[in-house]
T-cell receptor, first 118, second 116 residues
Framework: AQKITQTQPGMFVQEKEAVTLDCTYDTSDPSYGLFWYKQPSSGEMIFLIYQGSYDQQNATEGRYSLNFQKARKSANLVISASQLGDSAMYFCAMRVNPGYSSASKIIFGSGTRLSIRP | NAGVMQNPRHLVRRRGQEARLRCSPMKGHSHVYWYRQLPEEGLKFMVYLQKENIIDESGMPKERFSAEFPKEGPSILRIQQVVRGDSAAYFC??????????????FGPGTRLTVL
C-alpha cells in the first residue's frame, strides 16, 4: 500500500537556522513523484518542490532542497536560513501511478507544524 | 495567468441542506482533483475528473457526494443532506494535460464548509 509518514508533528527552530523536515514513503510502484507543500495559517496549499523517482540529482528551489534517499525511501525537506514567514504546516506528498499522463492522485502525510522563533 | 479558483471560500450550511462547491482550474489545465482536509489532518483524495468524465472516484463517500466537470463551466462538488462530519476544508487542484511535465498539481485556496 502507498503511504507517506511524517513523524514530526511540530518543530521549533530559531530564525536563520537550517531545518530538516522528515518524510518517509512506501510504494511498490517503480515510478513515482514526491512533493512538498506549505500551508500557512491562511489555509492555502503552496507547492514548494518536486522530486521524480528517476531524477539523478536532488531537487532544489531557492532555499528549499529535497534530500532524496531512494534506498531508504526518504524525502526530507531542507529549508536553509529559515525566516519568520516559514512558519506553517508542511506536507510531504507522493504521486502514485504516474504513467505518461499528468493525471494522478496525490497521497499526503499528516504534516509537520514548523514554528520559527525570532 | 490566474491560478485555481474556488468559490465560495467559506460556506455555512445547516444539517440536511445541500452544499455546492465550485472549482475553476488554471487556464490550459484539463484535469481536476478534489481533496478534503479535516482539522489538523493532511489532505485526502476524493475524486479525479477530466472534462465530462469521472476518472477515479475511489476516495468519494458512497452516498451524498457527487462531482462533475462539464464541458463548459467549473467543476462542482456537491454534498447532499450535509451532516456535521462533512465540516472540513475542500481543496480543488488542477494539472495540465502536457506529458513529461512535473505533473504538479496546483491547488486552489479551498472552501471551508461548516455544518451547523
Amino acid at each position: 500500500a502507498q503511504k507517506i509518514t511524517q513523524t514530526q508533528p511540530g518543530m521549533f527552530v530559531q530564525e536563520k537556522e537550517a531545518v530538516t523536515l522528515d518524510c518517509t514513503y512506501d510504494t511498490s510502484d517503480p515510478s513515482y513523484g514526491l512533493f512538498w507543500y506549505k500551508q500557512p495559517s491562511s489555509g492555502e496549499m503552496i507547492f514548494l518542490i518536486y522530486q521524480g523517482s528517476y531524477d539523478q540529482q536532488n531537487a532544489t528551489e531557492g532555499r528549499y532542497s529535497l534530500n532524496f534517499q531512494k534506498a531508504r525511501k526518504s524525502a526530507n525537506l531542507v529549508i536553509s536560513a529559515s525566516q519568520l514567514g516559514d512558519s506553517a504546516m508542511y506536507f510531504c506528498a507522493m504521486r502514485v501511478n504516474p504513467g505518461y499522463s499528468s493525471a494522478s492522485k496525490i497521497i499526503f502525510g499528516s504534516g509537520t507544524r514548523l514554528s520559527i522563533r525570532p | 495567468n490566474a491560478g485555481v479558483m474556488q468559490n465560495p471560500r467559506h460556506l455555512v450550511r445547516r444539517r440536511g441542506q445541500e452544499a455546492r462547491l465550485r472549482c475553476s482550474p488554471m487556464k490550459g489545465h484539463s484535469h481536476v482533483y478534489w481533496y478534503r482536509q479535516l482539522p489538523e489532518e493532511g489532505l485526502k483524495f476524493m475524486v479525479y475528473l477530466q472534462k465530462e468524465n469521472i476518472i477515479d472516484e475511489s476516495g468519494m463517500p458512497k452516498e451524498r457526494f457527487s462531482a462533475e466537470f462539464p464541458k463548459e463551466g467549473p467543476s462542482i462538488l456537491r454534498i447532499q443532506q450535509v451532516v456535521r462530519g462533512d465540516s472540513a476544508a475542500y481543496f480543488c487542484a488542477s494539472s495540465p494535460r502536457t506529458s513529461g511535465s512535473t505533473d504538479t498539481q496546483y491547488f486552489g485556496p479551498g472552501t471551508r464548509l461548516t455544518v451547523l
